[in-house]
C-alpha cells in the first residue's frame, strides 16, 4: 500500500505539471498564431474535436454504467479511452488554434470583425452561446487536475477517494464533454 501512496504523490505532481502546461498553452494559444507550411490547412479539424467529445461523452456514460453494474475491468477500460480520447482531442485542438484564427460567433461575412448588423443578425443567441462557451472553457480549466487526480486515486488502488471524488467530477468532465459538440454546432456556420 504504501508503495502505491508513493506512486500516486508521484503521479500528483506530473498531474500539476501537466495542468500547468496545459493552461500556459491555452492561454498563448490565442496570441501566438504559428505559420503552417505551403499547402497545409487544419481547417478540418474542429469537427473532428467535436466528435472527440462527443465520443468521450459516450465513453463517460458507459464506463458509469459498467461501474454501477460492478464491472470494474470494463470501467478501467473504458476511463482509460476516455482520458485518451481527451488527450487527443487538447493535443490537436491546441494545434488548431496555434495555426488559424479565431472564429467568431456571428461573423457571417467571416472577415474577423463583428458588426454590429452581425451583432443583430444573431441576436441573443450570441449571448446564449457565449455562455455557454464560458462555462465550458472555465470548467474544462478547473476540472483538468481533478480528473488528473480521480484517475490516479483509482489507478493506485485508492478506491474509497476515488469514488468520493469521481461523484461529483464525472458530472463536471461529461458536461464539458457534452457542451463541446453544442458550442462547434453553434459556431459550424461561422467556420
Do not use: C
Amino acid at each position: 500500500m504504501e508503495k502505491n501512496l508513493q506512486l500516486a504523490r508521484q503521479m500528483n505532481i506530473w498531474a500539476w505539471a501537466v495542468t500547468a502546461a496545459v493552461l500556459i498553452l491555452v492561454g498563448m494559444m490565442r496570441q501566438v498564431k504559428i505559420a503552417l507550411p505551403a499547402g497545409w490547412d487544419l481547417s478540418f479539424l474542429p469537427p473532428f474535436h467535436a466528435t472527440l467529445n462527443a465520443l468521450t461523452a459516450v465513453v463517460l456514460m458507459a464506463a458509469y454504467y459498467f461501474i454501477k453494474q460492478k464491472n470494474v475491468k470494463a470501467h478501467r477500460r473504458l476511463i482509460y479511452v476516455a482520458i485518451g480520447l481527451s488527450v487527443l482531442f487538447l493535443l490537436s485542438y491546441v494545434a488548431y488554434h496555434f495555426t488559424n484564427p479565431e472564429t467568431l460567433y456571428g461573423d457571417a461575412n467571416h472577415d474577423g470583425i463583428l458588426s454590429s448588423d452581425e451583432k443583430a443578425a444573431v441576436g441573443g443567441s450570441r449571448t446564449f452561446y457565449l455562455l455557454l462557451l464560458l462555462s465550458h472553457i472555465a470548467l474544462a480549466a478547473v476540472i483538468l487536475p481533478f480528473i488528473l487526480f480521480t484517475f490516479i486515486r483509482g489507478f493506485t488502488g485508492q478506491v474509497e477517494r476515488h469514488r468520493r471524488m469521481a461523484k461529483w467530477v464525472f458530472p463536471l468532465w461529461l458536461y464539458v464533454a457534452v457542451t463541446g459538440p453544442v458550442a462547434y454546432y453553434m459556431l459550424m456556420p461561422y467556420y
